[in-house]
């Protein structure tokens, strides 16, 4: 069986800090591993439109964005397929049969939507589309034969959703869908970047990104403001590090080699961390400190995405040939769950010599 990933990113505005780190990094990692045969790219306009029906200007002007943010981390179009949801029909038919096998209640049990509802103010009043957004995921993730799903640690109730559905509609109609994995990030700070206002999550509704395509100055300024320990009010007051914005920044990028470019008086982080905990370490140091780590991350992509930006019309065409692509193999996904189902009625030759039989009598 081919090894295959799918994952993707909605186009709501530019990818932050929480995207690179939660996945972005790791499937540029996994694309250029050679292990897998197949990478799908998935910019999903469509699951966006759920909660921006109303503005769908905003998703349209952020697909290029998103695509700018993908060239410029790395993503490869002659290795990975970066693709449009709502360009390739075959999903939502693919959608609405799996509708079937899903109940409301368990929808709305589904963690993940539970508290993307509470972020949006969605309680009173839930839009259809909202709600079924991991049915949707699903027809996504099958229609490319995934085997494989990186995403963060928010995203696993979405999976098991998914997952739910292959084994309902394979006892149904018999073995037809690929039951996914998730890949989750090596690094536990990968797992949930939270925002730099120490809130639990990284959110561009929240205001509290450092993204991708932020200039030096603006890295700067946000790193320099951001959320630390409340209680450390003073450089020689102890520090606590667990649950500290600023050292899960640290988790995530910085290694060993930086401390010796930038901070030689510390071998590694573990010795920053024990001389924060013990009291004479300030935080406006450890931001410097974190702000040249996150430079020294930032400064290749900056420069990237600025090539691309000259060339829009690659980026287009990226896009289409992308799409082009995926719609290919989704149809042939989707003629075999109509199969499955016994709805491809054109195709059913034996279904029409039956009736032919029948009815010639």
């Known amino acids: 069986m081919k090894k295959v990933i799918l994952t993707g990113d909605r186009p709501t505005g530019k990818l932050h800090l929480g995207h690179y780190v939660g996945s972005l990094r790791q499937r540029v990692e996994l694309q250029n ?6 990478i799908f ?5 469509a699951q966006a439109l759920t909660d921006n029906a109303e503005n769908p200007e905003k998703i349209r002007q952020n697909i290029v964005e998103v695509a700018l943010d993908y060239l410029s981390c790395g993503l490869d179009p002659e290795k990975s397929v970066i693709h449009i949801q709502s360009q390739i029909p075959e999903l939502f038919e693919l959608t609405v049969y799996y509708m079937n096998l899903v109940t409301v209640s368990r929808l709305q049990r589904n963690p993940t939507v539970k508290s993307e509802i509470q972020l949006r103010n969605f309680e009173a009043s839930i839009p259809v589309g909202f709600l079924a957004y991991p049915i949707s995921q699903a027809a996504d993730i099958t229609a490319f034969k995934a085997t494989a799903v990186p995403c963060g640690e928010d995203q696993q109730p979405m999976l098991e959703q998914t997952r739910e559905i292959v084994r309902k509609f394979n006892s149904i109609y018999g073995e ?3 039951e996914p994995e998730i890949l989750l ?5 990968c797992l949930r970047l939270p925002g730099t206002d120490g809130k639990a999550k990284m959110s561009k509704s929240l205001n509290n990104c450092i993204y991708l395509s932020d200039t030096a100055d603006e890295v700067r300024k946000k790193v320099m403001g951001m959320y630390t320990d409340p209680n450390h009010l003073r450089v020689s007051d102890p520090g606590q590090v667990e649950g500290n914005p600023v050292f899960t920044y640290l988790d995530a990028f910085c290694r060993d080699e930086q401390f010796e470019r930038y901070l030689p ?5 573990d010795e920053m961390k024990a001389h924060y905990r013990r009291g004479g370490l300030g935080d406006v140091k450890v931001k410097k400190f974190l702000n040249s780590v996150l430079q020294e991350e930032l ?14 019309p690659y980026v287009y065409e990226v896009l289409k040939k992308g799409t082009e692509a995926a719609r290919e193999v989704a149809a042939g996904t989707l003629a075999d769950v109509k199969k499955a189902m016994k709805i491809n009625y054109f195709d059913d030759l ?5 009736h032919i039989r029948k009815f010639s009598k």
């Open 33 to 38: 591993s050679g292990e897998y045969d197949e």
């Open 299 to 312: 400064e290749p992509i900056r420069n990237r995405r600025k090539e691309f930006e000259k060339d829009i």
């Open 185 to 189: 990030p090596d690094n536990k700070a």
């Open 350 to 354: 034996e279904l029409i010599n039956e």
């Open 265 to 269: 008086e510390y071998q590694n982080l």
């Open 176 to 178: 037809t869908l690929i």
């Open 41 to 45: 790219i998935m910019i999903a306009d």
